[in-house]
């Protein structure tokens, strides 16, 4: 048994879709629970207006009843809000009547950086909106929705999935970290950062060394990856490790077969051995830009500025939260492929049971 997910839905289309299949029955979910990790997602110091605009909100068409699991799909839904502004220029069907509202104009003018360019050319659009509003970060609000489903799976058995910032525009320090958004506010530019997510409570076992596709490490650092925005992952001390000699770059076994320090973030060989897991995500400096850069219409060939829509200053605090439900969403699955289930009294059973084998002490 394993966690499968499918989304879909356009940045401005009417909404986003998440289906989430393999999880047993019985789980129950807090619907409030949810609605905040959206909200966390939604907020963040240099965020665009369109946050104020949308109202994240989880529905659930399927695979729920009285806040259960039934061990069928789950289908959520968020609806975006913003669409009412976009309904003739992002109508799913031929719209009717004259123009009217936002997105009506076609987009020719790819913008460096983003899906733009290469989608076009990969899909054959001749109006880049059609790559665009998929590709937007818009969508990991279905992601978060699910991650939030996963940690309750997780909570289950322990484990706590938490993200936060580390760094913003190169600055380090909370005050500091406003004030190079505020700069760059001022200078109509962006910012990227990096974020850590730390997860607590993994027993020793999720994932295996035995096939590539298996190792959680190289799970984790896909999901991570995944993120838009997102340029770099490391695991544990990641690439400081690779400046150090053996001696100064593993974790000695103590009695009790705990660790005194954490060096490979909680993972050996693509297995959970443990100690708490470590990852840490570099998102790049977010490419839609109120002052725009040098690109190429692709109708007429000539030279052009890029595409000017809202944006972001910058939305590491938001890609904390993100990165957070793409660690628990992984977590989730090892777990599940570890200790399986049809109902969740067999997942946790099974869970203890292998504690009680192993003779692990948390």
């Given at each position: 048994?394993?966690?499968?997910?499918?989304?879909?839905?356009?940045?401005?289309g009417?909404?986003?879709?998440a289906?989430?299949?393999g999880?047993p029955?019985?789980?129950?979910?807090?619907?409030a629970?949810?609605?905040?990790?959206?909200?966390?997602?939604?907020?963040?110091?240099?965020?665009?207006?369109?946050?104020?605009?949308?109202?994240?909100?989880?529905?659930?068409?399927?695979?729920?009843r009285?806040?259960?699991?039934?061990g069928?799909?789950?289908?959520?839904?968020?609806?975006?809000?913003?669409h009412e502004?976009?309904?003739?220029?992002?109508?799913?069907w031929?719209?009717?009547?004259?123009?009217?509202g936002?997105?009506?104009?076609?987009?020719?003018i790819?913008?460096?950086?983003?899906s733009?360019?290469?989608?076009?050319?990969?899909?054959?659009?001749?109006d880049?909106?059609?790559?665009?509003?998929?590709?937007?970060?818009?969508?990991?609000?279905?992601?978060?929705?699910?991650?939030?489903?996963?940690?309750?799976?997780?909570?289950?058995i322990?484990?706590?999935?938490?993200?936060s910032?580390?760094?913003?525009?190169?600055e380090?320090?909370?005050?500091?970290?406003?004030?190079?958004t505020?700069?760059?506010?001022?200078?109509?530019?962006?910012?990227?950062?990096?974020?850590?997510v730390?997860a607590?409570?993994?027993?020793?076992?999720?994932?295996?060394?035995?096939?590539?596709?298996?190792?959680?490490?190289?799970?984790?650092?896909?999901?991570?990856?995944?993120?838009?925005a997102?340029?770099?992952?490391?695991?544990g001390?990641g690439?400081?490790?690779?400046?150090?000699r053996g001696?100064?770059a593993?974790?000695?076994?103590?009695?009790?077969?705990?660790?005194?320090t954490?060096?490979?973030?909680?993972?050996?060989?693509?297995?959970?051995?443990?100690?708490?897991?470590?990852?840490?995500?570099?998102?790049?400096?977010?490419?839609?830009?109120?002052?725009?850069?040098?690109?190429?219409?692709?109708?007429?060939?000539?030279?052009?500025?890029?595409?000017?829509?809202?944006?972001?200053?910058?939305?590491?605090?938001?890609?904390?939260?993100?990165?957070?439900?793409?660690?628990?969403?992984?977590?989730?699955?090892?777990?599940?492929?570890?200790?399986?289930g049809?109902?969740?009294?067999?997942?946790?059973?099974?869970?203890?049971?292998?504690?009680?084998?192993?003779?692990?002490?948390?």
């Amino acid at each position: 048994m394993t966690l499968e997910l499918a989304t879909a839905g356009e940045s401005h289309g009417p909404a986003l879709v998440a289906i989430l299949t393999g999880l047993p029955a019985g789980l129950s979910l807090d619907r409030a629970a949810i609605d905040d990790d959206l909200r966390r997602r939604r907020e963040g110091y240099g965020r665009s207006p369109r946050q104020q605009l949308e109202r994240d909100e989880v529905e659930v068409l399927a695979g729920l009843r009285h806040g259960l699991t039934l061990g069928t799909p789950l289908a959520l839904v968020i609806r975006n809000r913003d669409h009412e502004n976009w309904a003739w220029g992002m109508s799913p069907w031929v719209p009717e009547g004259e123009p009217t509202g936002k997105g009506v104009t076609p987009v020719t003018i790819p913008r460096p950086g983003h899906s733009d360019l290469a989608g076009a050319l990969k899909y054959g659009h001749s109006d880049v909106r059609n790559a665009l509003e998929r590709a937007s970060a818009r969508q990991t609000a279905a992601h978060v929705a699910a991650g939030s489903v996963a940690k309750a799976l997780l909570r289950q058995i322990g484990v706590s999935v938490t993200g936060s910032v580390l760094e913003v525009g190169g600055e380090t320090a909370p005050g500091a970290m406003r004030s190079a958004t505020d700069a760059a506010r001022r200078d109509r530019d962006t910012l990227g950062g990096v974020v850590e997510v730390v997860a607590t409570g993994v027993p020793p076992g999720l994932g295996s060394y035995a096939e590539k596709a298996d190792r959680l490490d190289g799970r984790m650092a896909a999901a991570l990856m995944g993120v838009q925005a997102v340029k770099g992952v490391e695991i544990g001390d990641g690439f400081a490790l690779a400046r150090r000699r053996g001696s100064e770059a593993h974790d000695e076994i103590e009695p009790g077969l705990r660790r005194g320090t954490n060096r490979a973030g909680g993972i050996e060989a693509g297995v959970s051995n443990g100690e708490p897991i470590v990852v840490r995500a570099a998102m790049k400096p977010l490419p839609t830009l109120m002052r725009p850069l040098r690109s190429i219409d692709l109708e007429s060939g000539e030279p052009g500025e890029a595409l000017v829509e809202r944006s972001d200053v910058q939305a590491v605090e938001a890609l904390a939260v993100v990165a957070e439900a793409a660690v628990a969403w992984e977590l989730a699955r090892a777990a599940l492929e570890k200790f399986g289930g049809d109902a969740l009294d067999d997942f946790v059973g099974a869970h203890r049971a292998y504690l009680e084998r192993i003779a692990w002490q948390r």
